[in-house]
């Protein structure tokens, strides 16, 4: 087997945006049933040689049975999934070029490290030369040489998560299944195994696909992410892209905290830097002004998506009119590094705001009851029709 390529830089690295790539995987209008239950629904899905792919959606979405139908624990009711352009729904799981890493970790009690990734490599014949070559190299990639001889109940939740990774690795698959990897894994070793995990895949130059419901984590390790909801995929772009350019509330709503505002269209308008600007009538804000290419007919329905960090509180009124929002503090969630303040308006709404505590906190200057001013900037918010 050839070597694997040496993987990108992150920022080069972006094989969708090339039409001249084939995808290493290919979901073809994909269905699957169960009974009268839609589990997936006619789904269309690339996902190409090196990436680190994330199926991102709440319980019940279906991204499981996105994962179990690549694995061949299920069959397509209809639809096919292609490997390198070749079909694979009549392959056997064991017989694909894909290997699966469970959020169990299921390797076995009885059996040391070193026997746990060496099964796999027993269980297709490979010399006994070549399998201690091959766990020697496993064990040195997720650095437990010195734990090769200790059972899986004589090592940490982490150190057990890089066994199962290592064994999974051990037979070379062109494709490596993570089902909630680090789900087990408390938050400090979670957010650090992240990292590993993504220098892990840079590195080996494979292509990861990872199925979770922790937005955190997807936005970590993934070049980009599919958000899935009721079998279907909702939007496929970059962590960037997903978080800054969502194309739905939908999407909007899971990634992040955000706020929504309704407005009715009013008008275009360009700025003194010839930036297209929509306007819109709040029925309780006034008019408010978003940057966008986005065409609409007069007194059209839309929401403004604004992240709670895009928006600047204070006592004092901003000097301009648009954008700026009075209200009184309500509540305030403080988290160690930031301060989100629930700030409730003349209607009856809320708005969350977002302040970095860049200074040790001793006596707030905005606290609870204040009354304050809401103000962002024209590119802040994202308009959404849907």
């Known amino acids: 087997m050839n070597a694997p390529k040496p993987a990108e830089p992150a920022s080069d690295f972006a094989p969708w945006l090339d039409p001249a790539q084939a995808p290493l995987i290919r979901f073809e209008n994909v269905t699957k049933k169960y009974g009268d239950f839609t589990a997936i629904d006619n789904l269309t899905l690339d996902i190409y040689e090196r990436e680190f792919y994330s199926l991102l959606g709440p319980s019940g979405c279906g991204k499981t049975t996105l994962m179990r139908l690549l694995a061949g624990f299920e069959v397509p009711t209809k639809g096919r999934i292609l490997i390198s352009g070749e079909d694979i729904s009549a392959i056997p799981p064991n017989k694909r070029p894909i290997n699966m890493m469970f959020q169990s970790y299921a390797l076995f009690p009885h059996m040391s490290v070193a026997q746990n990734i060496a099964f796999g490599l027993k269980q297709e014949g490979k010399s006994k030369r070549e399998i201690n070559a091959r766990v020697d190299e496993m064990l040195s990639l997720v650095q437990l040489e010195p734990f090769a001889n200790r059972k899986p109940q004589q090592l940490s939740g982490g150190q057990r998560q890089r066994v199962a990774l290592a064994r999974s690795l051990a037979k070379k698959p ?66 960037d892209i997903i978080y800054e350019q969502p194309n739905s509330r939908y999407v909007a709503d899971f990634i992040g905290d955000v706020n929504f505002i309704e407005g009715a269209y009013i008008k275009q308008s360009i700025s003194e830097s010839d930036t297209k600007l929509q306007h819109f009538q709040s029925s309780s804000h006034g008019e408010l002004v978003a940057q966008g290419e986005i065409e609409l007919s007069a007194d059209e329905k839309a929401w403004l998506a604004l992240r709670p960090e895009k928006i600047e509180i204070s006592k004092e009124k ?27 308006l003349s209607d009856g709404t809320f708005i969350k705001a977002q302040r970095v505590n860049r200074n040790r906190l001793r006596k707030r200057r905005i606290t609870w009851e204040d009354d304050v001013w809401l103000s962002w900037h024209s590119d802040a918010p994202v308009i959404l029709t849907k």
Request: net charge negative; charged share 25%; aromatic share 6%.
């Open 318 to 344: 901003p000097g301009f009119t648009n954008n700026c929002i009075k209200g009184k503090v309500w509540d305030i969630a403080y988290v160690g590094n930031t301060s989100t303040y629930h700030v409730q």
């Open 174 to 239: 062109k494709l490596l299944l993570l089902d909630e990897p680090l789900g087990a894994l408390d938050k400090k070793l979670r957010e650090q195994t992240q990292f590993e995990l993504v220098n892990l895949q840079e590195k080996l130059g494979m292509t990861f696909v990872i199925v979770t419901h922790d937005q955190e984590e997807a936005m970590t390790v993934s070049s980009r992410i599919a958000v899935m909801d009721l079998g279907k995929v909702k939007q496929v772009a970059t962590p």
